[in-house]
């Protein structure tokens, strides 16, 4: 089998296995761990939108927090104050974020490097200090909720967040909806001048690609993916509060990214997925688990900078390469073997 | 996940208004700025070293000031004396900074990008530890020196004034240890041009060492002078951390006068601020003007006078 094949026949599983995700687990006896997978689905968006600008375009940003947090609050604000559904409090939210990402991003796009990752965490810290003291709007950091919305109605029958399957299918459609988009986005001709602007910014202005306004329409696809998370974020819990834009929540999507490996379409969703299950698990028989969370972050940028998707690609290739040169060709280490793995490696593909 | 309140409430309740007179207030906030923006220099000071030297930004530079409180509250209730502790607390931090330079920052400075995130890690693992060992909750030390002398008609604690002496004292030491020794000199050498001073001999893994080592330590010395003055728990770093970054960025990046200059003029106009409004807004203002100095002014607001 073809490394491509490999990877496309990984896809379809890991779909299938998300899609029966409500069926089987009440099954095992823990339906608690469908709202795990919900959760995972959505903060890997979060995730995906570091990884658009970090992985693709080469900008480290620590402020996707701000874009999450405007997603949340324009989804629960259009809920409360002007009655909307399920559906345009959702395009509330991600227009919301769009447009915050526009304003930020015309400015912080012109730095690079250490620069703009100060200038995102700063943007990001000033609306935290101002959706903190703005408490009769936002609440602050009690923060505010809202009772959940119908998703479609057809006649009698009504479709609402309240039961567990529908909220599941519906984030689970969303979010794969978002990565159907983003992959198409990196495949095409802007796909291939973010990467150009990544590999060497002045080749690519060289080669007459507009390297500010690529880096700026990155920023403003990253800002819509962190709304689309923030406003999904707000369904699931019902809920938006100001402490979800400090620069911690942007610090733990850049974690997620990097574990999973930056720079693939899915990696980052796997970083996700680890991360939040190794803490479901561990915060039950140990409180301190943020403290294995900064070691393995530390360690994945020491000996596996690529993440989960690099130690699968090498493995892939690896794998079919030693079928047909030497059996005995060495592997290379796989940090978590036991765990699912990155479905498809885009960088090489994009 | 506090607010900037956590560095000025205090301040407000340390300052014992006469007669409630508006000047005196002004004045007091203005004072406090000042003590808190001379060992936030020193602070800021170890950031600006190391990121001038090792072109890496330290996340975790806030929790080496933590640790810097909670360790010097530790060793005060152990030894009995908080001038031991103030003693101890900096070499331990050159210690502890040396030790983590060789784990974790050496081999992880060749993906430059990604320090931040192996910083962000270390962070996290010194505040779940602090955690861990220490315990939660928010303690406050006893001010080694008792009492109050008249300020401007107000009553201020005499250790609060000590504690910008000091500090002022430690800024002035580092600048002469850096113009006058020869480390001093070699860290000055490594910083214009690796490359000139290894042709030199000037043994540049070592030097880059060091000078992790002298910021971290700086940044705990900076936590045992405040801590005193601040609650001393696992989470002040976080409230620190962005108050250093700007007195950094505004002072220009790796400009290190320009970085002393920057936190005290920062923390007296947030001290200012705060006399009219609620620190929030001092915040705000503050990060809208570090902003607009990254934009405008990206080598800093004094890269005129130094370079």
């Known amino acids: ?113 250490h620069y703009f990752a100060i200038i995102t965490v700063v943007f990001s810290l000033i609306l935290y200090f101002a959706a903190m003291s703005a408490k009769p709007l936002t609440g602050g950091d009690d923060g505010i909720s809202f009772s959940a919305p119908t ?28 990565y159907v988009l983003f992959s198409l986005v990196v495949r095409s001709p802007l796909g291939v001048r973010f990467l150009a602007v990544r590999e060497n910014d002045r080749r690519a202005a060289l080669v007459g690609i507009n390297v500010y306004l690529t880096r700026y329409m990155a920023f403003v696809l990253a800002g819509a993916l962190a709304g689309v998370s923030g406003a999904l974020f707000a369904f699931f819990g019902r809920y938006a509060s100001a402490s979800y834009m400090f620069y911690h929540v942007s610090g733990e999507a850049v974690v997620w990214a990097i574990v999973g490996g930056a720079g693939s379409l899915l990696g980052p969703l796997f970083g996700t997925g680890l991360l939040i299950i190794f803490r479901e698990i561990i915060s039950t028989v140990w409180e301190h688990y943020l403290f294995a969370v900064g070691a393995i ?14 130690a699968w690609s090498d ?36 | 996940m506090s607010g900037p309140k956590g560095l000025f409430c205090c301040s407000r309740r340390a300052a014992i208004v006469d007669e409630g007179s508006v000047t005196a207030l002004v004045l007091a906030l203005a004072v406090n700025g000042l003590v808190w923006g001379l060992i936030i220099a020193l602070i800021a000071l170890g950031l600006s070293i190391i990121f001038g030297l090792l072109d890496i930004i330290n996340v975790a ?30 070499l331990i931090g050159l210690a502890v900074g040396l030790v ?12 430059a990008s990604l320090t931040i995130v192996t910083t962000f890690g270390l962070s996290m693992m010194l505040q779940e530890g602090v955690r861990a060992t220490y315990g939660p909750q928010p303690r406050r030390m006893a001010a080694p020196i008792e009492g109050t002398i008249p300020l401007f008609g107000i009553d201020y604690d005499v250790y609060r004034i000590f504690a910008a002496a000091f500090a002022a004292l430690c800024l002035v030491a580092f600048f002469v240890f850096l113009t006058r020794t020869k480390l001093g000199t070699w860290i000055r050498a490594v910083r214009h041009d690796p490359e000139t001073a290894t042709a030199l001999g000037v043994p540049v893994v070592r030097i880059c060492a060091i000078t992790f080592g002298l910021g971290t330590a700086m940044a705990l010395l900076g936590g045992a002078i405040a801590a005193p003055i601040t609650t001393v728990e696992f989470r002040t770093g976080v409230d620190i951390l962005p108050f250093c970054f700007m007195a950094v960025i505004i002072g220009g990046l790796g400009n290190l006068q320009g ?36 934009l405008v002014r990206p080598n800093g607001l004094f890269s005129g006078a130094t370079r």
């Open chain 1, 297 to 310: 972050t530390v360690l994945v940028v020491m000996f596996a900078p690529r993440g989960l998707a690099g």
């Open chain 1, 1 to 113: 089998m073809t490394v491509a094949a490999i990877s496309r026949a990984a896809l379809v599983l890991l779909l299938a296995a998300l899609i029966a995700v409500p069926v089987v687990l009440p099954m095992l006896g823990s339906p608690f761990w469908i709202d795990i997978v919900a959760e995972i689905l959505i903060w890997s968006l979060l995730a995906a939108s570091v990884n658009l600008l970090l992985g693709y375009v080469g900008l480290l940003s620590f402020g996707q927090a701000l874009y999450f947090g405007v997603g949340m609050y324009g989804a629960a604000l259009s809920v409360i104050h002007w009655g909307a559904g399920f559906w345009s409090g959702l395009a509330v939210g991600v227009i919301a974020a769009m447009a915050m990402a526009a304003i930020a991003g015309s400015v912080a796009v012109r730095l690079t490097w």
């Open chain 2, 259 to 294: 970085t002393v200059a920057a936190a005290v003029l920062l923390a007296v106009m947030e001290g200012l601020v705060t006399s009219v409004t609620d620190p929030t807004i001092a915040r705000i203002v503050s990060l809208g003007l570090m902003s607009v100095a990254l």
């Open chain 1, 315 to 350: 493995l892939l290739h690896a794998g079919t390469r030693s079928k047909a040169v030497s059996p005995a060709s060495e592997l290379p280490p796989v940090a978590n073997s036991g765990l699912p793995k990155p479905a498809a490696d885009t960088t090489s593909g994009g």
């Open chain 2, 100 to 111: 983590l330079e060789r784990l974790i920052i050496r081999p992880t400075i060749r993906h």
């Open chain 2, 61 to 90: 530079h806030g929790d080496f000031f933590m640790l810097g409180t909670v360790v010097a509250l530790v060793l005060t209730l152990a030894t009995g004396s908080y001038w031991m502790a103030l003693a101890l607390v900096p």
């Open chain 1, 151 to 178: 998703v479609v109605s057809l006649g009698d029958a009504q479709l609402s967040l309240a039961n567990q399957s529908v909220q599941y299918y519906t984030i689970l459609l969303i979010v794969a909806l978002c």
